[in-house]
């Protein structure tokens, strides 16, 4: 296979340097170089690791006006990287693009549209779907080995400083009003929804708090999400100052049985519990060894599944539409947009 010529666009998203080493890694993809319009940016990434060797563009035009590039990773930061992916998708460009996709449910829109007018491809970055524990969940689920789900419970704390860099309280709070539920609940409401079989939640309420940032009241650092479906209930709860080591863990129950990923990144196991012997599986309590997909091999993944998605040789692991609506979900919890 020829490989698909690529760039990056942006270096402020905390996904940005593992993306670019990913790519540099890939012996199908043709790394062309890096555009950050931003210069304090760039010296920041010229000093890491995955940036070293890479060429760098030296402006939007060279990056987008070049036919031969054929797919671009949006790395900006969250307030960048909606502009950035509308403009590199007016340019024909397929898009890797990470997480979450702005907060302008218009602009958002106008981006679908665009993908769908040009037949491009999207992929956001959601990088638990290549995980080894979140696949075994999502077969073991979407095949009914758990019977009717009915509660799915996502914890994703972490703990981030209040000033220093992009992934700061501070940060967050200038451009974003959910605060840390808007930055990381898009990963939990990826895996509910395709559990749940992209059904719509029909009404969805979030609790967004300060309760450990009183030096910057306007960011939410204690945050739940409550999404009432047809017949279950999820919930994704996300604080900014949980201490390290991060409990990170994922639960879903269902009439015939129940699953927790703990820890859940990277996952070593899973705890699967049957009410009867099923598909190989004991009845009672199952401890099922998992791989460990470690972060870095996440996005390796995903960019093993977008190559050929993008190039029209497969099919994309998750349909626009799933995109779409993970998208409408996080903005009807976090920016109020119509519809719960």
């Keep these: 296979m020829t490989p698909i010529k690529m760039a990056q666009y942006g270096t402020g998203h905390g996904h940005a340097a593992g993306k670019a080493a990913a790519m540099q890694q890939n012996p199908d993809v043709d790394f062309v170089g890096v555009y950050e319009p931003d210069a304090a940016k760039r010296a920041r990434a010229e000093r890491q690791r995955a940036y070293e060797g890479l060429a760098w563009l030296r402006s939007e035009d060279e990056l987008l006006g070049d036919p031969s590039i054929q797919a671009v990773a949006i790395e900006g930061m969250n307030n960048e990287s909606l502009p950035m992916a509308i403009a590199a998708a007016r340019a024909g460009k397929h898009l890797w693009y990470d997480k979450p996709a702005g907060d302008s449910w218009d602009d958002y829109q106008h981006l679908v549209e665009l993908v769908r007018a040009r037949r491009l491809y999207l992929q956001m970055g959601y990088m638990f779907r290549y995980q080894d524990g979140f696949q075994k969940l999502a077969s073991w689920a979407r095949d ?32 974003h009003s959910a605060g840390i539920l808007y930055d990381l609940s898009g990963h939990m409401l990826d895996q509910v929804l395709w559990l749940l079989r992209d059904e719509r939640p029909g009404r969805v309420t979030a609790f967004t708090r300060n309760d450990a940032t009183p030096a910057i009241p306007a960011f939410r650092d204690n945050t739940l999400g409550v999404y009432e479906f047809s017949h279950a209930i999820a919930t994704v709860d996300i604080a900014a100052m949980e201490v390290e080591p991060k ?26 519990i049957l009410a009867v012997a099923t598909a190989g599986y004991d009845a009672g309590l199952n401890e099922v060894p998992l791989a460990g997909t470690t972060r870095q091999r996440s996005y390796e993944l995903e960019l093993e599944a977008f190559i050929p998605a993008a190039l029209g040789q497969g099919e994309p692991d998750r349909p626009l539409d799933h995109e779409v609506l993970v998208q409408e979900t996080l903005l009807r919890a976090t920016c109020g947009i119509p519809g719960g």
């Design 247 to 272: 409990q990170r863990r994922f639960e879903v129950y269902g009439t015939r049985g129940s699953v927790i990923l703990d820890p859940m990144e990277p996952a070593t196991g899973a705890r699967l």
């Design 144 to 175: 009914g080995l758990l019977g009717d789900i009915f509660q799915i419970r996502g914890h994703m704390s972490t703990w981030i400083p209040e000033h220093g860099g992009a992934f700061t309280r501070g940060a967050i709070a200038a451009s």
